[in-house]
């Protein structure tokens, strides 16, 4: 192409002249017009830090921009810059608490790594935390094995272990009545003791109780032949005689004097009502009556009293123990031998109960706790019942229960 440098006139012709042609490193800054030539310019160059964002084209310059910086501590660069391209950064990854832990730390070209925390095998526990810091991934262990003497007392957790404890062991003296588990401890339970009327019928093992038996009870007419054993019954045999059994008509004197019960008096409260509970503890240690024993009672302190005679409660020992303990307490001095005074005068007597002197025995039981107030009156009262006795085929029995301490009037009574 060529543009007309001088026009045509009169005198010559016009002129025409090639367009400049722009070089590779050039562009056309100025295009050509009929009459003009066009301008060539040199290209931009775009040096660092800045890289080519527009390239040239044959009428344009090429376009320079300033490579992009990344940021201090949240990129890094992810791609190099080139002569036309620009820095790529990228965001700096951020772990996941709990979730990931940093294998790598981030730099100026590479992003920080994060791995996924170790997860605890269920036969581990956790020891030590995911992401405790930033650099830690999770710590397992074993749980611990409950061998097999000993039995899980608590459970594992994700972080704790499984607590483990010995198993009871029973002594000789104790059974296993219940069987341990994995998560439950061996029970032992006391093995039963035999009472002294008992024997083995079933001995022990390890996990089960022995078996106690009470002795045979030899029924009216056989008596106990060979006596039982830890591990044998007793053996009962037929009685072969009869016992000539010397009939007793029982009298009991009971003292309700004020020394007994009142503190003033050196009583202590409640001495009266457990002498009576043990004259009775006292009769039921007795075999049964069937007509062999007879029995009365008389109070005495400044006065004396028959309760009840011989004959009012008979054989019938409930109601005899049910009137014992009935007895009134009356106070006052002690006066003994008017206990026996009623006794001679009034219990004595058929009327009364009294079955004699011949072939029944006469015994007196006095429940006191000092010395008479008068003895020389309970001498001659205890001389005038020996009297009624003599020449008698049987004799007449005193005992002394003291309450406190009546060792004077046992020399009194003559015992």
């Known amino acids: 192409g060529q543009y007309e440098a001088i026009p045509c006139e009169d005198d010559h012709d016009q002129t025409c002249v090639a367009l400049t042609t722009c070089g590779a490193a050039e562009y056309a800054s100025v295009m050509a017009t009929p009459t003009t030539d066009r301008t060539c310019s040199a290209l931009r160059q775009c040096a660092a830090p800045f890289f080519t964002s527009v390239e040239a084209t044959a009428t344009s ?12 501590s949240t990129e890094f660069e992810f791609s190099a810059p080139t002569p036309s391209t620009d820095r790529d950064c990228r965001t700096i990854s951020t772990c996941r608490v709990g979730l990931e832990y940093e294998t790598a730390p981030p730099d100026a070209t590479s992003d920080r790594v994060c791995t996924g925390c170790t997860v605890c095998a269920t036969s581990e526990f956790e020891i030590g935390r995911c992401s405790a810091t930033p650099t830690s991934d999770r710590l397992c262990t074993p749980l611990s094995v409950c061998n097999g003497t000993a039995f899980e007392s608590r459970a594992p957790t994700a972080t704790t272990d499984r607590t483990c404890l010995g198993q009871t062991v029973c002594t000789s003296t104790e059974y296993e009545s219940t ?61 072969t005689s009869t016992c000539d059994i010397t009939p007793i008509d029982l009298v009991f004197f009971v003292d309700g004097s004020a020394s ?52 009012t409660h008979g054989e019938n020992r409930s109601d005899i123990n049910d009137a014992l303990l009935s007895l ?23 009327s009364s109960g009294f079955r004699g002197f011949d072939n029944v ?55």
């Open 61 to 72: 310059d090429r376009q320079c921009q300033l490579v992009t910086p990344c940021g201090t």
């Open 179 to 239: 069987a341990p588990t994995a998560t439950s401890d061996r029970t032992c339970v006391s093995l039963t003791q035999c009472a002294s009327n008992q024997f083995i019928t079933l001995n022990e093992t390890s996990q089960t109780d022995r078996q106690c038996t009470n002795f045979s009870t030899c029924s009216t007419g056989r008596f106990t032949s060979v006596p039982g054993t830890l591990y044998t019954d007793s053996q009962c045999t037929d009685c």
């Open 260 to 311: 007994v019960d009142i503190p003033q008096y050196g009583g202590q409260p409640g001495n009266y009502q457990r002498g009576l509970q043990f004259l009775v503890d006292f009769l039921d240690q007795l075999p049964s009556f069937t007509d062999i024993i007879r029995v009365s009672a008389v109070t005495f302190s400044s006065t004396a009293e028959v309760q009840f005679d011989f004959a």
């Open 328 to 350: 009134p307490y009356q106070g006052g001095s002690t006066r003994t031998h008017l206990a026996f005074r009623v006794l001679r005068t009034q219990l004595l007597q058929p």
């Open 361 to 415: 025995k006469l015994v007196v039981v006095a429940l006191t706790d000092g010395q008479s107030t008068d003895p020389v009156q309970l001498q001659r009262e205890i001389s005038l019942l020996d009297s009624m006795a003599a020449g008698a085929t049987t004799t007449i029995e005193r005992y002394v229960l003291g309450v406190g301490t009546p060792e004077a009037f046992l020399a009194e009574m003559r015992v």
